[in-house]
């Protein structure tokens, strides 16, 4: 049965489902990978169309795929699908662009993120609601956190080291740079929460690519509240994560 969306919500959720999925290897882009039978996307739109404060959403789907996704979502939940694009931030740009005039809360979500519970979405739209102009769910980062940099061209004293790959691989050695102080630091989940104007100003200002909405934010001088985020909306990155997933659906407190 296709989920009514509430006409009376305040929130559009802007759905990024664009990406490839390289990380989780070869099968099709991302959010059309199954998850417990069923496309990882249909996941996380029907939790979205279970949060009360949604009255539209928007996804960007995979510019090859945009007449199937239309139909495969058609009898989950009313929402515009459009194409998305090369970049994640160019995804949310043209999802942006095709919100309704009258709404003024502008949520962006990543597909990815299947297992969201409607209950963060309305946390964070309540957030926006109450007054804050861009708002993030974040968790507590558990790790020892240490800056590294390539052995063989180790930075000298003072000198910032230069960006390192994301991890390290055999035959490249990496040397700590020092220890970050992880009490500062969060790790960041998807919805977050803008008040239109601020989204809209944000993306139109934007001078290159960053890996999430806030960081356009940021950029643009405009406070970011955190919010307290949920185990249950890891984005599902690598095989692992699909793993993790499918069994997270059979925990009595999922959603
Ligand atoms: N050009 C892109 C790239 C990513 N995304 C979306 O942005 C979200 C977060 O991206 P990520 O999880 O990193 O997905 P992929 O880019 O697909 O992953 P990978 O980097 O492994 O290819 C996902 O829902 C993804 O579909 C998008 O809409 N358009
Ligand atoms: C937006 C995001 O989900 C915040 O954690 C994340 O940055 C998107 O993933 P990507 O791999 O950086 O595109």
Redesign the pocket.
Known sequence: MTAKLNARGDVAVLVPAA?AGLRLGPGGPKALRLLAGEPLLVHAIRRLAAAPSVRVIIVAAPAPETEAVRELLAPIAPVTVVAGGRE?QESVARALAAVPPDVDIVLVH?AA?ALTPPQLIESVAAAVRSGHPAVIPVLPVVDTIKEVHPAAAPAPAGVAAPPAAEMPSPGRVEVVAGTVDRAVLRS???P?GFRRDVLVAAHAGADGLV??DAGLVEKAGAAVVCVPGSELAL?I?RPFDLVLAEALLHVPWAP
């Open positions: 990406g994640r990543d993120r960041v989940q998807t977050q890996t999430d984005k990155t």
